[in-house]
């Protein structure tokens, strides 16, 4: 998979943090993280809650400071520089208006600050205004404005700035599922017409997805795993990840036997065999993970076919999810595992609880995970 | 019959009493709060007699107000008592500012009960305790010669108009500090952020953000301040001297020369002169945002 953002040029990345660490008391809230950000693209910091990936960003932009390590902005290093003397600017979780300025004080308020001439600073409104979809509400009030207008009222407080490291925080975590769908395609499209470096963290994965060009998993206080959304999604490399993305089946289980372009595991209940690339020793504890949707409930002619891993189950329920259906299964280990259907394919589909079916993959569909 | 019943249960039944209950409060302010300023009214007008005043129709009493020196005393004191508001501003709405910025949220509450303790102090006994401070021999002359920082000692700040202003502030700021604090909710943490992003210093912060954002609160911790400067008599007398007098001491002195209605006027003038100010304040801040929840 080709990075789209890996730099043939000279320049240095946007962001680059080396050994990077945030301590809260006892509590490492970010532990020693290496992380790089090549410029102009749209990079997700996705991760669970209190995983370290709103410290990381409020350490980008100056918020706070760091226990360890630098931090370095277009080759610079800004560690022990205020926000506003960085490349960076940040949108906020919450409708973070000035609440007693109209929208166009709210978006002039920094080119103000900055001594802009009137003239000016109209003109950069304007423009900024009608980039984020907001002509002729220069006159209105924050709390005449619905959530996703206070949004994009901050995003262009933020752009008319002209930085080159635009953060966002949680920006669309407030905002119902419809709206949030809208605004990401439409961050996305701002962010690819102006093209400066978005960094946007979330703990949403659908939001993820739907807008990065990179993602990186953030748990713990550590940086998981970094890849484009399709490696992120179609190959996660780290357990943790598998268990994250997507609706994954993870069954772990001791490596029984390895060859050249695959391993053999014991799940306790039955052998399974995987292609990986990965090294793993004879005895380790890994996991397989395998996504929901590729994983089938076999008939007796499927599961004659070439390189299709079968294992016995009992068929618990179904539920319906509207495009999709789900259909649990329990493995003989007492794992229950998800297969996920187009609910119009699935007229005779399924089975009923207690039966006793034979599920599989395709051998290549699944996932080794050794960490 | 039935319908004696059911009027007896609506006066006297549980729901009756609980519609009762419900009016309570009404007749407390009517009886207690609308009719004296009614009455106060009525009064100001009425025909002064050797120790009381008989029903009539007479503006005597204004007249009197307007042309003595009591007019412009009374404009003194609302000038003073004015410094006393920006003087209290000054000094108590940073404190204000400094508990919700830099105290532990849990603790905040805590810190601004502290400023209650010295109304636990009878206010007579407070206001007194200035004296020896504020005197010529007082702590603060004796400190400040001590020092060298002075050789006479200062004699303005008491039995002066200073005087009065400073005991006026000692009295009432606490009244800033509360009103400054529950304003500084209207001033969330994430505005502060943003300026830090933007790059608007300090001073420029407090002007264009924090002042704007609080004003309602700021504006009904100064009618408190400026009200009691104005009316309380007792400051004036222990620490205000000849010339140093506020509108509650003309009253004061007014009463104890048996000139009812003049008193009556002076109040009415008082009562006028707040219902202005709300006003004015009100179409500035629109002072509802005060009951306000921030949401």
């Known amino acids: 998979m080709a990075e789209p953002f890996s730099s043939t040029n000279t320049e240095p990345p946007a962001v680059e943090v080396v050994g990077l660490g945030k301590n809260y008391g006892p509590v490492k809230a970010l532990d020693s993280v290496n992380l790089s950000i090549a410029q102009g693209g749209y990079t997700v910091l996705l991760g669970p809650s209190g995983g370290g990936k709103t410290t990381l960003l409020r350490l980008l932009g100056g918020f706070i400071r760091p226990t360890a390590g630098k931090i370095l902005l277009h080759g610079r290093d800004v560690s022990g520089l205020p926000p506003n003397q960085r490349p960076t600017t940040m949108v906020f979780q919450s409708y973070a208006l000035f609440p007693h300025m109209n929208v166009e004080k709210n978006v002039g308020y920094g080119l103000k600050i900055q001594k802009k001439t009137k003239t000016d600073i109209a003109a950069s409104v304007e423009r900024i205004l009608s980039l984020v979809g907001l002509e002729g509400y220069n006159k209105r009030m924050p709390h005449e404005l619905s959530g996703g207008q206070q949004q994009r009222v901050q995003l262009a407080r933020s752009l008319v700035l002209e930085r080159d490291i635009l953060l966002l925080d949680e920006p669309l975590a407030a905002l119902d599922a419809k709206l949030r769908k809208d605004m990401c395609i439409e961050l996305k499209r701002i962010q690819e017409k102006i093209g400066i470096t978005f960094v946007h963290v979330t703990h949403n994965q659908e939001e993820a997805m739907t807008i990065a060009d990179r993602i990186a998993i953030i748990a713990d206080g550590k940086i998981v795993e970094e890849g484009s959304p399709r490696e992120i999604y179609e190959r996660p490399q780290r357990k943790f990840t598998a268990a994250f993305v997507g609706e994954n089946n993870l069954i772990e289980g001791k490596v029984i036997n390895v060859n050249g372009d695959g391993l053999t595991m014991d799940a306790g209940f039955a052998e399974l065999a995987a292609i990986t690339k990965k090294q793993a020793s004879v005895g380790s504890e890994i996991a397989i993970s395998i996504r929901s949707e590729l994983i089938r409930i076999l008939d007796g002619n499927d599961g004659q076919a070439e390189g299709v891993q079968k294992i016995p189950a009992t068929y618990l329920e179904e539920v319906y999810l509207g495009l999709t259906t789900m259909h649990l299964v329990r493995l003989p280990n007492g794992v229950e595992v998800a297969v996920r259907r187009i609910s119009d394919d699935d007229a005779d589909f399924g089975g009923t609880a207690g039966q006793e079916i034979i599920v599989g993959w395709n051998r290549e569909d699944a996932g080794v995970h050794t960490d | ?295």
């Not at chain 2, 007749?27 to 009525?42: D, K």
């Not at chain 2, 509650?248 to 020369?257: H, K, P, R, S, T």
């Open chain 2, 1 to 295: 019959m039935s319908a004696l019943l059911a009027i007896r249960d609506s006066l006297m039944g549980e729901r009756g009493l609980q519609r009762w209950a419900f009016y309570i409060p009404v007749v407390f302010m009517a009886l207690f709060f609308a009719a004296p300023v009614a009455l106060t009214l009525v009064w100001s007008v009425f025909e002064r007699t050797m120790f009381w005043m008989e029903p009539g129709f007479t503006l005597a009493a204004y007249e009197n107000f307007f042309t003595s020196a009591r007019a412009e005393n009374y404009v003194y004191s609302m000038i003073h008592s004015a410094v006393a508001v920006v003087v209290s501003f000054v000094i108590g709405f940073p404190i204000a500012v400094f508990v919700r910025r830099r105290v532990v949220k849990a603790a905040q509450h805590r810190v601004i009960l502290l400023f209650i303790l010295p109304f636990m102090i009878s206010e007579l006994v407070r206001v007194f305790a200035m004296r020896p401070v504020l005197g010529r021999n007082g702590l603060l002359n004796t400190g400040l010669m001590e020092l060298g920082i002075i050789s006479e000692p200062i004699t303005i700040i008491l039995f002066s108009p200073i005087g009065v202003v400073i005991g006026d502030v000692i009295s009432f700021l606490p009244f800033m500090v509360f009103a400054g604090f529950l304003a500084m909710e209207a001033v969330q943490t994430y505005i502060f952020e943003v300026c830090d992003d933007i790059g608007v210093g300090r001073a420029r912060t407090f002007r264009d953000i924090i002042v704007p954002l609080a004003a309602p609160g700021i504006f009904a911790g100064g009618v408190f301040i400026f009200v009691n400067s104005l009316g309380v008599a007792l400051v004036p007398t222990i620490l205000g001297g000849p010339g140093a007098v506020n509108a509650g001491l003309i009253v004061n002195q007014a009463i104890v020369a048996l000139d009812f209605p003049l008193a009556m006027a002076i109040s009415a003038i008082m009562l006028l002169t707040l219902v202005v100010l709300l006003y004015v304040g009100h179409r500035l801040f629109d002072l509802t945002k005060i009951l306000q929840p921030i949401s």
